[in-house]
């Protein structure tokens, strides 16, 4: 008879399972944040409401206007 916490297998004793809670893996996180980071990307985080002219910078000319000749 094995002792306690233990069980025998194919005539060896082995160690029982041990209760554990769920945890989120290093590739669950990661596709998490990649998901979150793309949402971001496609629809953005800002509320509806919002106009799209507010987020947008004044636009400059790439070119400063010449004197005139």
Do not use: Y
Not at 15 to 43: D, S, Y
């Amino acid at each position: 008879m094995p002792p306690e916490g233990f069980h025998e297998v194919r005539r060896h004793i082995r160690r029982n399972p041990r209760p554990r809670g769920k945890k989120l893996g290093g590739w669950t996180i990661a596709g998490i944040v990649a998901f979150v980071w793309l949402w971001g990307q496609l629809f953005g985080f800002g509320s509806s409401d919002s106009g799209a002219e507010t987020n947008k910078p004044a636009s400059t000319p790439s070119v400063s206007a010449s004197s005139s000749r």
